[in-house]
């Protein structure tokens, strides 16, 4: 009996699982193993959402697998040593996982590597599992080892055939006498709370969030997607996080017939041009891309009421308030936000992405850190130096009011637009609302940053 073992990281789905599928075309017993990983969980960065998430996606994983004949196979600790006692104890020769980007998984599948050619056993990292196209796929012609700037890369992009879509396996069934474990509930990444209300996770909800959004919705997209109240973007990034969906199936069914449906995939090929920047310098997690001389400033009692939504300006409260409630928040909320904190607050963007990495359940460490370093103009956007003005975008964005009005219930009063700016109401209004001043002067904030970028 041959046994092989697919190790999951963020491609927690049985559809279209390349190292899943090559785990079972290969041997006659499959161990899906999960390891929850004690170095990320000791991190402390997931928060109670993002724990609740992983869990529901881990559950549905199970069940994806019962189907199929197997069971999720949980243990806690170092993924490669685990990998290494089973691979022993089942005398595996073939262990199969996703190719991923990050510092992390650039280490553990070195060390993975050694540690299982010491056993006599081979690692297949399977490309084009959590990205559509292979970073290595696309390579510049002067020679360098990635892409940094956008629109030659989506031009080689939009030109690479995707690989077709693969269907689960017919079956997974485990070795005998395998315990399969526990699956881990929320408290087994985090100690914080969830709050409600916040996204489905696990294939089953990915896949009928896809065929909600491609059957409609996303022939809006080019109009709608910065409507902030309308919410008309498809959510799937959580799903796409941690590969409940996999990005070549959601391009090959939505298509590209409408000019939504282009400008949707054209959002894709930002998740994977970041993915291929990470791959090539896995250090930009943590430094600049592009170093601007950044003195940046330290002051905590901003940046507390930055992350708690008490700023004083109601459109980047919502944003951050919505953060903390659904473990989402709008892109056009992202970029307004974190252009505050950078530009306007003039604050570190580690401290930022730190704060949107343990509370969004899509955030990743390409999307989140690189999308910060644009922001914060460290990173690839060839306008570093440009200003969100808050109110200018409120008023294009949300023209009415009504996103800041669901997301700060302490102006839910205040009609039309006026709730942009709460400094402008009489007095008598002002001393109902429990609502703070502006923190900062914008065009005073704006000379600041732009003297200090001189
Ligand atoms: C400061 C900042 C931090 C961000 N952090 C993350 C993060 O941690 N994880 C994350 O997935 N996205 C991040 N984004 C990108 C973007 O905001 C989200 O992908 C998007 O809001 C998710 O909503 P959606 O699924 O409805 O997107 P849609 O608008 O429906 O887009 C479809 C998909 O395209 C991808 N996408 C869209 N915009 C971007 C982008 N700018 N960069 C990379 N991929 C993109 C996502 O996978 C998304 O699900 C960040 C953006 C900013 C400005």
Known sequence: ???????????????????????????????????????????????????????RCLADLDAGLRALGGRLVVRTGDPVRWVRTLVDEHAIRDVHLSDDVSGHAQRRLARLRAELDEAGARVHAHTETITAVAPARLSPSGGQDHFAVFTPYL?????????????????????????????????AFSSAEATAGTLDGGERA??????????GPVDDYAEGHDDLAGDRTSHLSPHLHLGTLSAVEVL??????????????????????????????????????????????????????WQEGRTGFPIVDAGMRQLLRQGWMH????????SFLTKTLYLDWRAGARHYLRH????DIANNQLNWQWVAGTGTDSRPNR???????????DPDGAYVRRHLPELGEITGPEVHRPWTLSETVRSRLDYPEPMVDLAGARERFLAARR
């Open 252 to 305: 090959h069914r939505v298509g590209s017939r409408t000019p939504g449906a282009r400008e949707f995939t054209r959002q894709l090929a930002w998740r994977d041009f970041h993915h291929q920047v990470l791959a090539a310098r896995p250090a930009c997690a943590r430094q600049d891309y592009r170093p601007r001389g950044d003195r940046w400033r330290d002051a905590p009692a901003e940046l507390r009421a």
């Open 1 to 55: 009996m041959r046994v092989s073992l697919v190790l999951f990281t963020r491609d927690l789905r049985v559809h279209d699982n390349p190292a899943l599928r090559a785990a079972a075309d290969d041997a006659d017993r499959v161990i899906p193993l999960f390891v929850v990983d004690s170095r990320i969980v000791a991190s402390g960065y997931p928060g109670g959402n993002r724990a609740a998430f992983l869990a």
């Open 387 to 397: 200003v969100l003005n808050p109110l200018r975008q409120a008023e294009r964005y």
């Open 331 to 338: 892109n056009r909320a992202r970029l307004i936000t974190a």
């Open 155 to 187: 031009r080689r992009w939009l030109e690479t055939p995707l690989r077709s879509v693969l269907a689960p396996p017919d079956t997974v069934r485990l070795p005998g006498g395998l315990s399969p474990g526990a699956l881990p509930g929320p408290e």
């Open 206 to 215: 990915a896949r009928t969030a896809l065929a909600a959004w491609a059957a």
């Open 360 to 363: 969004l359940l899509d955030g």
